[in-house]
């Protein structure tokens, strides 16, 4: 081809852009191999600068699973001054009650065999002044004994009463304590999401033309969800304030798991199975039979009935819709806001009721309309 036929095909080449609106300068050249290695270098360093992030932050999280290790063997150590407590009341309300029985024995002896009368008539016939003192000591000595007993009675049921309320100060303090555990734990698997998100984001525009491209995208949509899932089910938690409990004529209605026309589907079985885990100790962390937190048994409980719920109290309270008390039904959950926002849950029962993980007692009934937990209600969901 010669030079003029070149020169035609470019002239007309630059008039058909110029027609169409699209200008020579505007068309992109091609990327070259510098252009496309630079990129790569690039793509490099901010992933292993993502990579870094991530190790740090991951560093930070077994530092704080340490320290919750430290507060579990506090809080371990609370449970058994709390079993020394109770038994130290058993003592001391045994021996109060041994002596009101002899206190009421004295007292009936007294009534029945008109000691009074004798006392006085003791007294009266006393032949001088000596004599008088000395009945009176002899007086004096029998009162002094029943005197001894009252005060020891009045010392003891007061010791009784200080050690009951240091017991549920102690209770208070560990209930307390659990709850910041399992919030400062979801914050960090949060933390650890995001970074992993943007790791993976930057694998993927690396690998754009690699293999694995596709398998780094997946990687990046299921840490985004989790992470959606739980920025969501925070926004929610952090949202819902303590709110006032009532109680219907004093009761609320129990539906017992045989009667179904009013239940969620499935409530009897999540009821049955949740009173089936009690006395199943608290473990932080724990959602097994070996030990429950919170969450950790009411996921479990939901699952035996063939329910899926999250693993932590506020993506639970995320994932649940929210009821009135009075459109509660065994089975639905009940949640509570001690610090700020959810963390703890359990399992709603009827009745002012409900069956959860407690630190202090493990898998057991408890009320929420008096008592600690009537402070901290927050609401009530059906997953």
Known sequence: ??????LKWVMISITGLIILGVSPESIEATPSEADHS?????????????????????????????EAEKLVDVMEETSRELEKTQEEISVL????????????????SVQVSGRSSEILNFLIEAESLSDILA??????????????????????????????????????????????LETKKAELDEKRLEQESLVAAIAAEKSEVE?????????????ERRLQDIQTARTSARSAEPVTVSVSGGKDETVSPSSSQNSTPAS??????????????????????????????????????GKSIPRTAAAQFGASRRLAQSEARPGDLIFFNQSGSIDHVGIYLGGGKFIGAQTSTGVAVASFTSGYWSRYVAGFGRP
Not at 1 to 6: A, Q, S
Not at 95 to 108: F, G, T, W, Y
Not at 167 to 180: D, F, P, V, W
């Open 1 to 6: 081809m010669g030079k003029k036929t070149v």
């Open 38 to 66: 630079e990129k790569i270098t690039e793509l490099k360093a901010r992933e292993e600068d993502a990579q870094d992030e991530l190790v740090s932050i991951i560093s930070v999280i077994e530092e704080t699973e340490a």
């Open 93 to 108: 309300t045994n021996q109060i009650n041994q002596r009101e029985s002899k206190l009421d024995a004295q007292v009936r």
């Open 135 to 180: 009945r009176l000591g002899v007086v004096n000595t029998l009162f002094s004994a029943n005197h001894e007993v009252m005060t020891s009675q009045i010392e003891d049921q007061e010791e009784v009463r200080k050690k009951e309320q240091q017991m549920i100060e102690n209770q208070e303090k560990q209930t307390l304590l659990a709850a910041e």
């Open 211 to 223: 293999e694995e491209r596709a398998a780094y995208l997946a990687q990046q949509r299921r840490s």
């Open 268 to 305: 009897g079985s999540i009821v049955t199975a949740a009173h089936s885990l009690t006395g199943v100790r608290y473990s932080y962390g724990g959602s097994s039979t070996s030990g429950f937190d919170c969450s950790g048994f009411t996921q479990f409980a939901l699952r035996q009935a």
